[in-house]
C-alpha cells in the first residue's frame, strides 16, 4: 500500500469495534470524533477514493443559533427567536421534539470542538437568515465556519481528502467566503485587493509545486480537514474505497456490516451499533423519480453534490427495518445548476450560489418572461421554477447579463476579468447576442418576451428598484449583492450590450428526504420504535428543517448536531446540560 493511501485494512479476518460510521462528511466525522472522545473504539468506512463527501465541497458554514461565537461578541439571542422562526418557516413539518434537540444541543456541539478538538471556526455573525420578513428571522449571529486550515498538519493523509470542486476553484484554489471573496472580486479594482489575490495565487501555485495541491483549504474543505485531524489524532481509521454492503443483525440489533475493501469483504463488529452518514440520494435516478416530481424518469436532476451520493445508506437503513419520508414540501436542497463539458467529456455540475444577487442579472424562463426574485436563496430560486413551468415542460431557464455584469462579477462558470470569454463561448455554455434579439434567438427564448421583459425591468432598474419581485428588500439579499450599487446593491440594468445568458436546470446541493429519525437520531421503524443500533445524521437523516431551507448551513449544522448527539446515546453518556 503506497502513502496516498496509508490505512489500515485487514484481510479477511472479522474486526470488533464500537461504532461504524458509514460515510465521512461533517456528520458522520463529528459522530467518530465525539464517540472516540467518549471512549469508543470507531472505524469510518467511505466508499469513495477520498474522504469528506459533500461537506469538502461545501461552503463550511453551520447554522447554529445562540453558539458561542455569537456570544461572545455580545450577540445574546431570546431561546424563542430562533424557534418562533422556525416554526414560521416549517409549518406541519415543524417537529418540537427534534428542533429542540437541535436548538438546545448545537451551541454545546460547537463549544464541545472548540475546546476539544482541532475543529475551529469563525462566526458569522453579519449573515441573515433566507426569509427576513418572516417573525423570528435573524440578522446574524446564527452562524458559524470553518476556520482556514493548513493542510500540512495533516501530512500523507491529505492526499486522499476531497479537494475542492475543480469547476469553482480556479486551478483547485479554495476562496473562502467573505473578504477573501471580496478580494478577488476587486483584484483588478483596487490595489489592496490586488496585492491579497497575488499573495494567495503565488502560495498556491508553490503549494502545487511541492505537494501536488493547495495546503490554504477554506470552507468545507477546512471543516473536512479539521474533523479529519480530530479523528486522526484519536487513532479513528478512515477506510477509502470501502462500500458497505450490508448491515448485521443479531435479532433486531443492527451489529455491524460487511465491508467491501481494497483486500476484500470484511465483516465488521461494532458493539454499539452503526451511524449511517452516507450522503442522501442525490444521484439515485430510482429515488428522485419516487421522490422529486421534476424528473419523470429520475434523471432530469443535476446534483452538485458528489456522483458518489447514491442513497446506500437509505437503502440499508430500510433493509433494517428504517422508512423514509415520502411527503416533504421539497425532497432536495434545491439550487440552480449549469452544465459545464470538461475536457475529459465529462460534464460537470455548476451550482450558481453569488452572481444571481449582483446588479444587473435576470433569469427568464424561455417564453422570456421573469419568475423569481433573481437575489433569494438558490432553494427559493428552484422553487419559483418549478411553480412557474407548465405540466410537461422542461424546467430550465436562463441567467441573462449585459457585458459590464460578465465582467465584473462573472456568470457561472464564466469568471470576472481577466479571465477569458472565448472558451467557454466555443464550447457553447455562455452564448452571446449583440443585441436581445439575438440573444434571443442564440438560446431559443421567445424574443418578444425578453424583449419586453428588459424594456419593463431597466427604467426602475435604474433607479434602484425592482416593483415586480422586491429584489433586494431583505438583509439576505442585500449582503449578497454589491455594496458599491446604491441605493440597491441587488439591481441595475441590463443595458450595455453585447448581452450573455447561461443556460440554468433543476439541480441540488443534497437532499432532504431521510431516514426518519427521533430526537437522539435513532433511526425508526415503520411503527416509530427506533431500532436498535441504528442512527442517522446529515443527509440520511430526516431534515430536521422538514424539507424547507430558511437559512444556509440548515445541513451542516443539524449534521454535526445530532452526530454529536447520536455519539452520546451510542457511548451511554447522557448529553451535558445547562447553558
Given at each position: 500500500?503506497?502513502?496516498?493511501?496509508?490505512q489500515?485494512?485487514?484481510?479477511?479476518?472479522?474486526?470488533?469495534v464500537?461504532?461504524?460510521?458509514?460515510?465521512?462528511?461533517?456528520?458522520?466525522?463529528?459522530?467518530?470524533?465525539?464517540?472516540?472522545?467518549?471512549?469508543?473504539?470507531?472505524?469510518?468506512?467511505?466508499?469513495?477514493?477520498?474522504?469528506?463527501?459533500?461537506?469538502?465541497?461545501?461552503?463550511?458554514?453551520?447554522?447554529?443559533?445562540?453558539?458561542?461565537?455569537?456570544?461572545?461578541?455580545?450577540?445574546?439571542?431570546?431561546?424563542?427567536?430562533?424557534?418562533?422562526?422556525?416554526?414560521?418557516?416549517?409549518?406541519?413539518?415543524?417537529?418540537?421534539?427534534?428542533?429542540?434537540?437541535?436548538?438546545?444541543?448545537?451551541?454545546?456541539?460547537?463549544?464541545?470542538?472548540?475546546?476539544?478538538?482541532?475543529?475551529?471556526?469563525?462566526?458569522?455573525?453579519?449573515?441573515?437568515?433566507?426569509?427576513?420578513?418572516?417573525?423570528?428571522?435573524?440578522?446574524?449571529?446564527?452562524?458559524?465556519?470553518?476556520?482556514?486550515?493548513?493542510?500540512?498538519?495533516?501530512?500523507?493523509?491529505?492526499?486522499?481528502?476531497?479537494?475542492p470542486?475543480?469547476?469553482i476553484?480556479?486551478?483547485?484554489?479554495?476562496?473562502?467566503?467573505?473578504?477573501?471573496?471580496?478580494?478577488?472580486?476587486?483584484?483588478?479594482?483596487?490595489?489592496?485587493?490586488?496585492?491579497?489575490v497575488?499573495?494567495?495565487?503565488?502560495?498556491?501555485?508553490?503549494?502545487?509545486?511541492?505537494?501536488?495541491?493547495?495546503?490554504?483549504?477554506?470552507?468545507?474543505?477546512?471543516?473536512?480537514?479539521?474533523?479529519?485531524k480530530?479523528?486522526?489524532?484519536?487513532?479513528?481509521?478512515?477506510?477509502?474505497?470501502?462500500?458497505?454492503?450490508?448491515?448485521?443483525?443479531?435479532?433486531?440489533?443492527?451489529?455491524?456490516?460487511?465491508?467491501?475493501?481494497?483486500?476484500?469483504?470484511?465483516?465488521?463488529?461494532?458493539?454499539?451499533?452503526?451511524?449511517?452518514?452516507?450522503?442522501?440520494?442525490?444521484?439515485?435516478?430510482?429515488?428522485?423519480?419516487?421522490?422529486?416530481?421534476?424528473?419523470?424518469?429520475?434523471?432530469?436532476?443535476?446534483?452538485?453534490?458528489?456522483?458518489g451520493?447514491?442513497?446506500?445508506?437509505?437503502?440499508?437503513?430500510?433493509?433494517?427495518?428504517?422508512?423514509?419520508?415520502?411527503?416533504?414540501?421539497?425532497?432536495?436542497?434545491?439550487?440552480?445548476?449549469?452544465?459545464?463539458?470538461?475536457?475529459?467529456?465529462?460534464?460537470?455540475?455548476?451550482?450558481?450560489?453569488?452572481?444571481?444577487?449582483?446588479?444587473?442579472?435576470?433569469?427568464?424562463?424561455?417564453?422570456?418572461?421573469?419568475f423569481?426574485?433573481?437575489?433569494?436563496?438558490?432553494?427559493?430560486?428552484?422553487?419559483?421554477?418549478?411553480?412557474?413551468?407548465?405540466?410537461?415542460?422542461?424546467?430550465?431557464?436562463?441567467?441573462?447579463?449585459?457585458?459590464?455584469?460578465?465582467?465584473?462579477?462573472?456568470?457561472?462558470?464564466?469568471?470576472?476579468?481577466?479571465?477569458?470569454?472565448?472558451?467557454?463561448?466555443?464550447?457553447?455554455?455562455?452564448?452571446?447576442?449583440?443585441?436581445?434579439?439575438?440573444?434571443?434567438?442564440?438560446?431559443?427564448?421567445?424574443?418578444?418576451?425578453?424583449?419586453?421583459?428588459?424594456?419593463?425591468?431597466?427604467?426602475?432598474?435604474?433607479?434602484?428598484e425592482?416593483?415586480?419581485?422586491?429584489?433586494?428588500?431583505t438583509?439576505?439579499?442585500?449582503?449578497?449583492?454589491?455594496?458599491?450599487?446604491?441605493?440597491n446593491?441587488?439591481?441595475?440594468?441590463?443595458?450595455?450590450?453585447?448581452?450573455?445568458?447561461?443556460?440554468?436546470?433543476?439541480?441540488?446541493?443534497?437532499?432532504?428526504?431521510?431516514?426518519?429519525?427521533?430526537?437522539?437520531?435513532?433511526?425508526?421503524?415503520?411503527?416509530?420504535?427506533?431500532?436498535?443500533?441504528?442512527?442517522?445524521?446529515?443527509?440520511?437523516?430526516?431534515?430536521?428543517?422538514?424539507?424547507?431551507?430558511?437559512?444556509?448551513?440548515?445541513?451542516?449544522?443539524?449534521?454535526?448536531?445530532?452526530?454529536y448527539?447520536?455519539?452520546?446515546?451510542?457511548?451511554?453518556?447522557?448529553?451535558?446540560?445547562?447553558?
Amino acid at each position: 500500500m503506497n502513502a496516498v493511501a496509508a490505512q489500515t485494512v485487514p484481510s479477511q479476518a472479522p474486526i470488533e469495534v464500537d461504532l461504524l460510521v458509514v460515510g465521512s462528511g461533517a456528520g458522520g466525522l463529528a459522530s467518530a470524533v465525539v464517540a472516540a472522545e467518549l471512549g469508543l473504539k470507531v472505524l469510518v468506512a467511505e466508499k469513495e477514493a477520498v474522504y469528506g463527501g459533500t461537506s469538502a465541497w461545501s461552503g463550511g458554514w453551520l447554522w447554529i443559533p445562540r453558539n458561542p461565537l455569537a456570544v461572545e461578541a455580545g450577540i445574546v439571542e431570546d431561546p424563542e427567536a430562533p424557534r418562533t422562526y422556525l416554526r414560521n418557516e416549517l409549518g406541519e413539518r415543524y417537529d418540537p421534539a427534534r428542533v429542540d434537540a437541535f436548538l438546545e444541543h448545537g451551541p454545546r456541539m460547537v463549544d464541545f470542538f472548540r475546546r476539544r478538538t482541532a475543529v475551529q471556526f469563525i462566526d458569522g455573525n453579519l449573515i441573515p437568515d433566507f426569509h427576513g420578513k418572516q417573525p423570528g428571522a435573524g440578522t446574524g449571529g446564527r452562524s458559524v465556519c470553518a476556520a482556514p486550515f493548513d493542510g500540512r498538519e495533516l501530512g500523507p493523509r491529505i492526499e486522499r481528502l476531497r479537494p475542492p470542486l475543480d469547476l469553482i476553484a480556479p486551478w483547485g484554489m479554495g476562496i473562502a467566503s467573505g473578504p477573501d471573496l471580496r478580494h478577488f472580486m476587486n483584484s483588478l479594482r483596487s490595489w489592496p485587493s490586488f496585492i491579497h489575490v497575488t499573495r494567495r495565487v503565488l502560495v498556491h501555485f508553490k503549494d502545487l509545486l511541492l505537494h501536488r495541491r493547495g495546503m490554504q483549504l477554506v470552507n468545507g474543505n477546512a471543516l473536512v480537514a479539521r474533523l479529519a485531524k480530530s479523528a486522526f489524532d484519536r487513532g479513528i481509521h478512515i477506510w477509502t474505497s470501502s462500500p458497505v454492503r450490508e448491515l448485521l443483525r443479531d435479532g433486531g440489533k443492527v451489529c455491524g456490516a460487511i465491508v467491501d475493501t481494497p483486500n476484500g469483504e470484511v465483516e465488521v463488529r461494532a458493539r454499539r451499533g452503526v451511524m449511517l452518514a452516507a450522503g442522501g440520494f442525490p444521484h439515485d435516478p430510482a429515488r428522485a423519480r419516487q421522490l422529486f416530481p421534476h424528473t419523470p424518469s429520475g434523471r432530469e436532476h443535476w446534483s452538485a453534490a458528489p456522483f458518489g451520493n447514491t442513497g446506500d445508506g437509505l437503502r440499508m437503513g430500510e433493509a433494517a427495518g428504517g422508512t423514509v419520508s415520502d411527503d416533504l414540501p421539497g425532497a432536495g436542497a434545491w439550487a440552480p445548476v449549469s452544465l459545464v463539458e470538461r475536457g475529459d467529456g465529462s460534464v460537470g455540475h455548476f451550482p450558481h450560489l453569488i452572481e444571481r444577487a449582483k446588479p444587473g442579472i435576470i433569469a427568464v424562463r424561455r417564453d422570456g418572461r421573469r419568475f423569481v426574485n433573481e437575489a433569494g436563496s438558490y432553494y427559493d430560486f428552484i422553487a419559483a421554477l418549478f411553480a412557474a413551468t407548465p405540466q410537461g415542460e422542461a424546467a430550465e431557464c436562463w441567467l441573462i447579463c449585459d457585458h459590464r455584469f460578465i465582467r465584473r462579477y462573472g456568470l457561472g462558470r464564466v469568471r470576472p476579468a481577466p479571465f477569458p470569454l472565448g472558451p467557454l463561448l466555443k464550447s457553447g455554455y455562455l452564448k452571446r447576442g449583440d443585441g436581445i434579439d439575438a440573444l434571443a434567438a442564440a438560446c431559443g427564448i421567445d424574443a418578444a418576451g425578453l424583449a419586453d421583459t428588459v424594456a419593463r425591468y431597466n427604467p426602475p432598474a435604474a433607479r434602484g428598484e425592482d416593483p415586480e419581485f422586491g429584489r433586494g428588500d431583505t438583509p439576505y439579499n442585500r449582503i449578497n449583492g454589491d455594496a458599491e450599487c446604491q441605493p440597491n446593491p441587488c439591481v441595475a440594468p441590463v443595458e450595455q450590450g453585447p448581452y450573455y445568458a447561461v443556460r440554468v436546470v433543476p439541480g441540488s446541493l443534497g437532499t432532504f428526504a431521510g431516514l426518519r429519525t427521533d430526537a437522539d437520531a435513532r433511526v425508526l421503524d415503520a411503527g416509530g420504535r427506533p431500532i436498535d443500533g441504528l442512527c442517522a445524521c446529515g443527509a440520511d437523516m430526516d431534515s430536521v428543517m422538514g424539507g424547507r431551507y430558511p437559512a444556509g448551513g440548515i445541513t451542516l449544522g443539524p449534521a454535526m448536531t445530532f452526530g454529536y448527539i447520536a455519539a452520546h446515546h451510542m457511548a451511554g453518556v447522557p448529553l451535558p446540560a445547562g447553558d
